[in-house]
């Protein structure tokens, strides 16, 4: 299993970005892949989820109206497209799954968002 996201850096208040979650060694349509994120001091905390159906998602209340989740199972990626990004959405951005009970996590990209 693994994970390699990309698609970060850095943006404006108000800009956009569209962070990718590459996935290999097993089926995106078979699992739940979530998106956490982690500031500088403080704890991994929940972004987005999308199910492996991908029939339902669902947003912490931080992100909800400017993020949206989606995936390409033909490309077994799954996305985080963040719009109205404000100074506190700084951190570095994990895509993750369960599999059987472990977590897999990838190496995480940077997104910094300041004037």
């Known amino acids: 299993v693994q994970l390699v996201e990309s698609g970060g850096g850095l943006v404006q208040p108000g800009g956009s970005l569209r962070l990718s979650c590459a996935a290999s060694?097993?089926?995106?349509?078979?699992?739940?892949m979530r998106w956490f994120r982690q500031a500088p001091g403080k704890e991994r905390r929940f972004v987005a989820l999308?199910?492996?159906?991908?029939?339902?998602?669902n947003y912490a209340d931080s992100v909800k109206g400017r993020f949206t989740i989606s995936r390409d199972i033909a490309k077994n990626t799954v996305y985080l497209q963040m719009n109205s990004l404000k100074p506190e959405d700084t951190a570095v951005y994990y895509c993750?799954?369960?599999?059987?009970?472990?977590?897999?996590w990838g190496q995480g990209t940077q997104v910094t968002v300041s004037s």
């Open positions: 060694g097993f089926t995106l349509s078979s699992y739940v």
């Open positions: 999308i199910t492996s159906d991908g029939g339902s998602t």
């Open positions: 993750n799954v369960a599999i059987a009970g472990p977590d897999y």
